[in-house]
């Protein structure tokens, strides 16, 4: 099965900058899915990554780099409603239609 | 608003009994996912169907059962109960069931505590 590794908690103080980062399992890569979660709400998407590279959306930047297994979450600006937990996610290479989510990282932004 | 409609939002039940937790989802969608969400754990697959068949299993336990019916709504069955079945339950839909890029749209969830 496939087994995603993400930090459980990062702190960052409001108007920096904060990466994190995500590891998985290569084989029969098919795609990678970054996540938001405010506590007791659903998950919304936030970026997909199937090719090497940086993906750039506003204050939001996904990473990937296939031969490593690696990704990373780049988020710029800070604000306090990035308080919240992101999700790295990818298909389990053994069934394309199973989306497998890793326990995610729980983001707390100090002022 | 995502567009997925799960109902009820929240809800207490007792050890050994049966709940039944029910996922609309957007409309033009014909792919539903639940999972299951356990407090300060990660979101757990637990099946996914496509246009009314089941398409991929999880560690989903056998007192649990899913069906999609024609109008593409869904529900999870949940059954003998236990305290450890208590846990936030999502459902999802997309478009189609396992296109590259296709993501996810969640509902709001449902709240299942059992007591």
């Known amino acids: 099965g496939q087994n995603i590794d993400q930090p459980t908690e990062m702190t960052a103080t409001e108007g920096a900058i904060v990466q994190i980062n995500c590891t998985y399992q290569t084989s029969g890569f098919n795609g990678l899915f970054w996540y938001q979660q405010h506590a007791g709400e659903a998950p919304t998407f936030l970026s997909y990554?199937?090719?090497?590279g940086l993906e750039e959306k506003g204050r939001f930047s996904s990473f990937l780099s296939r031969s490593k297994g690696y990704s990373y979450l780049l988020l710029k600006e800070l604000q306090m409603k990035d308080s919240a937990s992101y999700l790295c996610a990818v298909r389990d290479p053994s069934s394309a239609s199973k989306i497998i989510f890793g326990s995610g990282t729980r983001l707390s932004i100090r002022p | 608003d995502s567009g997925v409609t799960q109902t009820p939002k929240h809800l207490i039940t007792a050890t050994g009994q049966r709940v039944t937790l029910r996922c609309s989802p957007r409309s033009g969608d014909l792919s539903v996912y639940w999972y299951q969400q356990s407090l300060d754990q990660g979101l757990q697959f637990l099946i996914q169907y496509y246009n009314g068949e089941e398409r991929a299993k999880g560690n989903i336990l056998e007192r649990f059962s899913a069906q999609q019916f024609p109008d593409l709504h869904s529900e999870l069955n949940l059954s003998s109960l236990e305290l450890g079945d208590s846990a936030l339950y999502f459902c999802?839909?997309?478009?189609?069931?396992?296109?590259?890029?296709?993501?996810?749209?969640f509902g709001s969830g449902t709240q299942l505590s059992v007591l």
């Open positions: 990554n199937v090719l090497d």
């Open positions: 999802a839909s997309s478009v189609g069931s396992a296109g590259r890029d296709e993501k996810l749209f």
